[in-house]
């Protein structure tokens, strides 16, 4: 589909679960990103990763925990998470950053909280 | 954060027709804005982006940009029943930070 990929693709999990949700990218790029998207709410930033650095946090709660170990790979940490956690939870890369670098989705990891 | 509007639609429009989709945005400071297609259940697709005022054409695709107005529209030429999804809009805040539309949702009837 394209050059992200996400495993797993669908999650149910408790709240007082631990998971990880990994993020590939087979593009050359330099730039990750993690989006939520909830029902009926826009598609919202949570973190950006530029060089494997950390230039963004969007207000995250600190359930939520990224890790970025090389520019290809990035992850997504989740422990006791709420119900209203759940939403599709997208990868994106770019080349690089600024006004004219496109970011491309991966397919997205489905995550239910029980 | 500043916002971006769209009209959640559903906007219904025949097969073969224009459909034109708007979007409008709050902050002045953003300079390149995108289109993206999201089929349901599956991820955003992007269509294309648009930085400089005027129109920016790619096969049946139109994205229009007018500054001054805070506004930034898609025209879908010839549309087809495979263009039915949601189209989402995004600007570009500072470096790094795409901030989205609710989406509108997009009909075509054959």
């Known amino acids: 589909e394209t050059g992200v990929t996400q495993t797993p693709r669908h999650l149910v999990m408790g709240m007082t679960n631990k998971k990880s949700l990994k993020c590939e990218q087979h593009?050359?790029?330099?730039?990750m990103y993690w989006y939520k998207q909830s029902a009926k709410k826009p598609l919202e930033l949570m973190f950006v990763?530029?060089?494997?650095?950390?230039?963004e946090n969007n207000s995250v709660p600190s359930r939520f925990s990224p890790e970025c170990p090389n520019s290809s790979h990035l992850f997504l940490h989740l422990h006791t998470l709420q119900p209203e956690d759940s939403a599709l939870y997208l990868c994106?890369?770019?080349?690089?950053?600024?006004?004219?670098?496109?970011?491309?989705f991966g397919p997205g990891t489905r995550l239910t909280v029980t | 954060q500043k916002e971006v509007e769209q009209n959640s639609g559903p906007l219904s429009v025949p097969e073969g027709a224009i459909a034109s989709l708007n979007c409008t945005y709050s902050?002045?400071?953003?300079?390149?804005f995108f289109w993206y297609r999201q089929y349901s259940g599956k991820s955003p697709e992007l269509i294309m982006f648009?930085?400089?005022?005027g129109d920016k054409e790619d096969g049946r695709f139109t994205a229009q940009l007018n500054k001054a107005s805070q506004y930034v529209s898609l025209l879908i030429r010839d549309s087809q029943p495979s263009d039915s999804a949601t189209y989402l809009c995004?600007?570009?805040?500072?470096?790094?930070?795409?901030?989205f539309g609710q989406g509108t949702r997009l009909t075509i009837n054959p």
């Open positions: 648009i930085y400089s005022n």
């Open positions: 994106a890369s770019s080349q690089g950053q600024g006004p004219n670098y496109e970011q491309y």
């Open positions: 902050d002045r400071g953003s300079q390149s």
């Open positions: 593009l050359g790029h330099n730039a």
């Open positions: 995004a600007s570009m805040q500072g470096a790094q930070k795409l901030v």
């Open positions: 990763y530029n060089f494997k650095e950390q230039t």
